[in-house]
């Protein structure tokens, strides 16, 4: 038996010990809810290395705008995704205010026992609309995602963890072009049916209009409850607050966003920054939609960044 499998083995045998990280607390209910995911998909891309301590200050300063969700790192192999290579130096670095879940991406058993002896409690999962992509991103097909769900997912029901399902380039692939909203629905249930709390389906290259929204929309909600459906948008030529609006028009309440507008991805060529959680939050709160975060708290966190990523320097502090 390895370490890994040792010190995997000995969380599931000891399900009381805390490994959550996160404890329900009194709030005023939000109208909307905003997922950071800034630590994780914001920075994946970025080709200067970060140093730890500043990607726990973000996370740290992130923690304290009232966010409930932050996306905090990702347990992938090292080699390909060098930028978040201290995913657990990360984890076991920030400090984790109650009433904050800090998810982080596992994209196999690898990654989860990764997850676990860093005392995670919220994951993440990826799937993709796509065979092509699925193929590109993380090497295998669809279904074969779901594969690698499976194990993971046993070990995540066991410890009462919570999941969250991505369903990547659900408005438009890279490598395949046009997705059919059509083929959004049976990932959606497939990933409900693993026991995925939550799905998000992500416009990982920045393709969606308000057209393309509503008929994914449309095809997708008589699957799933409005509150477990959340979605993921990019900022490209200027779509992504109408898209937002045909998302709220539709009962839609969870959105992503990225501090800064940090973003991109290694395996979406040309794929932009996600919508920047200022911009949305701008927007939201100029709806009179409440969302419990602190727009100046979030330009602060923008700062424990600046000093590593130039273009920040135009944002103001």
């Not at 790192?73 to 290579?85: G, I």
């Not at 920054?273 to 927007?283: F, I, K, M, Q, R």
Request: proline content about 6%.
């Amino acid at each position: 038996m390895s370490r890994h499998d040792h010190g995997l083995n000995e969380a599931v045998e000891n399900p009381s010990r805390d490994l959550n990280g996160f404890v329900p607390i009194a709030r005023q209910e939000n109208d909307v809810t905003i997922v950071e995911v800034g630590p994780r998909d914001g920075l994946q891309n970025e080709a200067i290395p970060i140093p730890t301590v500043a990607k726990i200050a973000f996370v740290d300063a992130l923690s304290s705008a009232g966010l409930t969700v932050i996306e905090a790192t990702s347990f992938v192999n090292p080699a390909a995704v060098p930028q978040l290579a201290d995913a657990d130096e990360v984890m076991r670095g920030i400090n984790r205010l109650p009433g904050i879940r800090y998810l982080v991406l596992v994209p196999n058993y690898r990654g989860l026992e990764r997850a676990l002896l860093a005392n995670v409690g919220a994951l993440a999962l990826f799937t993709a609309a796509t065979e092509e992509f699925a193929a590109a991103n993380v090497g295998t097909t669809i279904s074969g995602t779901f594969d690698r769900f499976e194990r993971v997912m046993d070990v995540a029901r066991q410890r009462g963890m919570w999941v969250r399902g991505y369903v990547s380039v659900a408005f438009g692939c890279p490598y395949a072009g046009s997705v059919s909203a059509s083929s959004i629905p049976p990932i959606v249930e497939r990933l409900l049916a693993l026991g995925c709390d939550e799905i998000c389906l992500a416009d990982t290259i920045g393709k969606a209009s308000p057209t393309e929204v509503t008929d994914v929309l449309t095809a997708v909600l008589p699957s799933i409850a409005r509150d477990r459906i959340a979605l993921h948008f990019h900022d490209t030529a200027g779509m992504a607050l109408s898209n937002i609006e045909v998302a709220l028009n539709r009962g839609v309440r969870i959105f992503d966003s990225a501090a800064g507008g940090l973003g991109g991805c290694p395996f979406a060529p040309g794929a932009p920054g996600n919508l920047s959680t200022e911009l949305l939050l701008a927007h939201l709160h100029g709806l009179g939609l409440r969302t419990g975060v602190d727009e100046d708290r979030i330009a602060s966190a923008v700062g424990a960044l600046r000093p590593f990523i130039p273009r920040l320097a135009q944002i103001a502090s």
